[in-house]
């Protein structure tokens, strides 16, 4: 009686040593700024050609060219954390919130 209890309890305790789960150590999650997804979205109909460029789901720059001789303009998005507001002229509800930018000088 006395073997088979010493064995059940040196059982019992393996087994629970065994049970235990290994600590796996997780890598430290990478920086969010160098993991975005980078889209590129091109529109095109009879009139223009639109190419916006996203990153991480916020849009940095839109391009607009439209068909035959007019100049391509860019559209600035309406961060105001990377540009300055409007002068007051248009508010901040201005042409949709976006700025129109002509490039004069192309290199």
């Known amino acids: ?6 064995l059940l309890t040196s059982v019992v305790a393996a ?20 993991n975005q997804k ?3 979205i091109v529109i095109e109909d009879e009139g223009s050609r639109v190419e916006e460029v996203r990153v991480g789901g916020q849009t940095q720059s839109v391009t607009v060219q439209p068909r035959g001789a007019l100049p391509a303009y860019e559209m600035q998005p309406n961060d105001l954390a990377r540009n300055r507001p409007g002068d007051g ?8 919130g976006r700025q129109r930018v002509w490039n004069v000088l192309n290199f």
């Open 89 to 96: 002229r248009e508010g901040l509800s201005g042409s949709g």
């Open 1 to 6: 009686m006395r073997s088979t209890l010493l």
């Open 38 to 40: 980078i889209e590129r």
């Open 15 to 34: 087994g629970g040593a065994l049970a235990q789960a290994a600590l796996v150590q997780e890598s430290a999650p990478a920086d969010p700024r160098l």
